[in-house]
């Protein structure tokens, strides 16, 4: 859920997509092999992905909205503890990255940027920068799995 809001920004638009996502992770089950990488990194992957299906099939706008002020902000306390030490871990790794691939990640499947605009934003050829984002995520998951 907390992917979900920090992207669509609606909690309605949220709830909705979350009810999706849990159709969506329903019908593909099959599809997970926790060899490849860990149940929470799977679900996130796939939520960030509908996230951006949905923002990318929105209007554009002139304004960006913030969160939902009647947003969740106090999940349990076991969500927490995993949210925290995930986050802990991830921060670990994003810091073993060179700044610009940390921004151009972060910006990618955080902020949902197209390859185009971060192209244009770190000034090289979108090929370049799907290239440097693949070996980015590697370098992460490498990291993310010890």
Known sequence: MGVLLRLLSARPEAEEALQELYTRVWLRSGRYDPAK?????????????????????????GTDEGLDPGADSAPRAFSRAIAKDEAGRLAG????????????????????????ELAARHAVPVTTLRIRLRHSLLQLRECMDQ
């Open 37 to 61: 990488r860990r149940g929470m990194t799977w679900l996130i992957a796939i939520a960030r992905n509908l996230a951006i299906d949905r923002l990318r099939s929105r209007p554009p706008r």
């Open 93 to 116: 790794c994003f810091g073993q990255l060179a700044p610009d691939r940390a921004d151009a990640v972060r910006a990618a499947y955080l902020s949902g940027l197209s390859y185009g």
